[in-house]
């Protein structure tokens, strides 16, 4: 059974950081892509990034570029998200997924709220 | 960036059939997915690369992609598939794209 469970995360400041984390099971773990999509009621499912199986390759989304950085430890079947100078329309949920382009397995979502 | 266009609601009769739009330029070159998503909980893939369906999803959700509309269809729609549906391609110069999703309402 695959599981994608998030973690970290919460509240954090405008300009400050936070980090996710995603423990990954069920599944070839070090031969998967994984990606980063965040959702708000306002603009809906947004990709974020994504990294290839060996973390050598990486990519992100315009908004995020320069302040998200996305990073994987496939000894411990781990995916991470490190989001620094936050900004307001950073609040969403966050959803840890398998592939970069049909997204097959999605972690539960994990809400992150940026608010002085 | 590439667009892709979905009506924002649906509703349909128990029993009856659902079908449900996704619009985009040239959509027909693109591999589609489509995706179910029940309120307060993550999204779940229904049909990936047009028209196959994961493991675990029922016959009675089947796809389609032509021209500019690719087409989510559900038959004998049942009180639980009411849900947001998403669809969603990889474009070459957009990378990811969603559309916004079309509320079906299973009257």
């Known amino acids: 059974q695959v599981q994608l469970v998030v973690s970290g995360g919460g509240l954090g400041r405008p300009g400050g950081s936070l980090r996710l984390s995603c423990a990954a099971s069920?599944?070839?773990?070090?031969?998967?892509?994984m990606s980063w999509i965040r959702q708000t009621p306002g603009k809906g499912l947004e990709w974020i990034s994504y990294i290839n199986p060996s973390g050598k390759i990486v990519y992100y989304e315009d908004s995020v570029e320069g302040r998200f950085t996305i990073s994987r430890d496939n000894s411990k079947n781990s995916l991470f998200l490190e989001m620094k100078s936050l900004r307001a329309e950073d609040t969403a949920i966050y959803y840890c997924?398998?592939?970069?382009?049909?997204?097959?397995?999605w972690g539960q979502g994990h809400m992150v709220t940026v608010s002085s | 960036s590439y667009v892709l266009t979905q009506p924002p609601s649906l509703s349909v009769a128990p029993g009856m059939t659902a079908t449900f739009s996704c619009g985009g330029i040239d959509i027909g070159s693109h591999s589609v997915h489509w995706y179910q998503q029940r309120p307060g909980q993550a999204p779940i893939l229904v049909i990936k690369y047009n028209s196959d369906r994961p493991s675990g999803i029922p016959e009675r959700f089947s796809g389609s992609n032509s021209g500019n509309t690719a087409t989510l269809t559900i038959s004998r729609v049942e009180a639980g598939d009411e849900a947001v549906y998403y669809c969603q391609v990889w474009d070459v110069d957009s990378d990811i794209v969603f559309a916004g999703g079309t509320k079906l309402t299973v009257l």
């Open positions: 069920g599944f070839s773990f070090s031969d998967s892509y």
């Open positions: 997924v398998r592939d970069y382009q049909c997204f097959d397995f």
